[in-house]
């Protein structure tokens, strides 16, 4: 005799009619539906109801990871944009560095060294006797970069880095004398000074050289302090105005519409593709709090616009995932000329009368052509354009010249950049 099985919706429980006995006799396998699960349980009469209890706890779980799971692709504004007005400004100055272990300037050659020694010594009060001729092994003339971060006050420190200018082999272990660092405007902004940190090592003897990274360049921690502040206003009136670091339209209406969904009206509003104007208070405690809720909205930029970029002179061609190509073929192969020149020694013959020798050159050229491949490429992606390019045995330096003839063949639908 066949059974039936009954089912049907009873609210939001559904219950199946199954005579008690017949669940003793179903199989255990991944086919059977009624096995006995923890949100089941068995009522009276052999019907199988679900647990409201565990069910209501699953969905509440299921809601909460909903809700805290960040969106795709998302990216805060603090991220994308930067806001007008607070930016870092550079610094550089000119000093010397000494207590190096024979590893400093030669004097000879760098003759700025000693003038700049010896203006530092009458400075200090020590005056040299005219025509003095300094040979000096432990001091190199070096300069100072720094960058003065926004909203920066006086006694605060800033890291600098320190590169020789001369021909000093190492500047490790030395120390900078106090120097001072000036803006763009000639105005001093910050002094350094301090003990350098070099990355690198090195030592040489009877003609060999072992070095390990950079020898010339060093680095010193908070090692500027901050003399002059710089005026960087937040914003000027009633608005303030966000530049985006890539100009895409897009992303510009998805921002404009991120913050006017978070504040209300039209309190954003796009100037162009990369500038944004939003209005905000005029308090300054309440402007930075302002800010500070911008910052942290999510927006999902735009895809960039396909591009390739391939840089001549090593050979790397980079390509971002909005590349494809249309239907082309491309043909690779290689063509080699060899060319080579032997010298060749004419002489006269044993017991002829005259003649002298003389010498030539005889040289001989040779081509190669290697099997050229031939691919069709029908609207592939990123994926299959580098797949198919690599099948034929394209080199990086092969890809420069396929990739500007797919541009001059209007199969690549990508811009080409070369730098």
């Known amino acids: 005799m066949k059974k039936r099985l009954i089912g049907f919706w009873c609210g939001w429980r559904r219950i199946y009619r199954v005579p008690p006995s017949s669940l003793s006799l179903l199989p255990e396998g991944e086919g059977n539906s009624l096995r006995p699960s923890p949100l089941m349980r068995k ?23 909903a809700l805290v799971a960040p969106a795709a692709n998302a990216e805060r504004i603090k991220d994308l944009a930067s806001i007008q007005g607070v930016r870092v400004n550079q610094l550089a100055g000119y ?29 200090l009060g020590v005056n040299l006797p005219q025509g003095t001729s300094l040979q000096l ?7 100072i970069t720094a960058s003065l971060p926004a909203f920066a006050k006086p006694g605060q420190t800033i890291d600098v880095t320190v590169s020789s200018m001369g021909n000093a082999k190492s500047l490790r272990g030395g120390t900078l004398l106090l120097a001072p660092l000036k803006g763009a405007d000639g105005q ?51 608005f303030i105005h966000l530049e985006l670091n890539t100009t895409d339209f897009t992303t510009a ?22 500038v944004i104007a939003v209005r905000a208070p005029a308090d300054a405690d309440q402007r930075v709090s302002f800010l500070a809720r911008l910052e942290g909205l999510e927006v ?43 010298p060749v020694i004419s002489q006269p013959g044993p017991l002829s009368s005259g003649g002298q020798t003389v010498q030539a050159r005889r040289s001989q050229i040779e081509i190669h052509q290697d099997a050229g491949s031939l691919i ?4 592939v992606s990123l994926a299959e354009v580098v797949k198919a390019l690599n099948s034929i045995g394209a080199t990086p330096q092969d890809l420069l010249s396929i990739l500007q003839a797919m541009k001059a063949s209007g199969a690549l639908r990508a811009e080409l950049e070369i730098i």
């Open 376 to 379: 069709m490429l029908k609207g």
């Open 137 to 143: 092994k432990n001091v190199a003339a070096v300069m």
């Open 300 to 342: 999902i930029p735009a895809p960039g616009m396909a591009k390739v970029i391939i840089n001549a002179r090593t050979g790397s061609v980079v390509m971002n995932q909005s590349v494809s190509v249309d239907s082309c073929a491309v043909a690779h192969g290689n063509l080699s000329v060899i060319v080579t020149t032997e």
């Open 43 to 65: 009522g009276a009469g052999g019907e199988v109801r679900e647990r409201p209890a565990l069910r209501g706890l699953l969905l509440t779980i299921l809601s909460l990871l």
């Open 188 to 238: 001093v902004y910050a002094m350094a000074q301090g003990n350098l940190l070099v990355g690198g090592a090195g030592e040489s003897a009877n003609g060999s050289k072992v070095q390990v990274n950079q020898l010339s360049v060093g680095r010193i921690a908070a090692g500027a302090t901050v003399e002059r502040a710089v005026a960087t206003p937040l914003g000027q009136g009633e």
């Open 253 to 274: 209406r998805r921002v404009v519409e991120a913050i006017n969904r978070e504040l209300g009206g039209r309190a954003a509003v796009a100037v162009d593709g990369r």
């Open 95 to 123: 000093g010397l560095v000494v207590g190096l272990d024979g590893s400093g300037d030669q004097t000879t050659q760098t003759p700025f060294t000693i003038q700049s020694v010896i203006s530092m010594l009458s400075q």
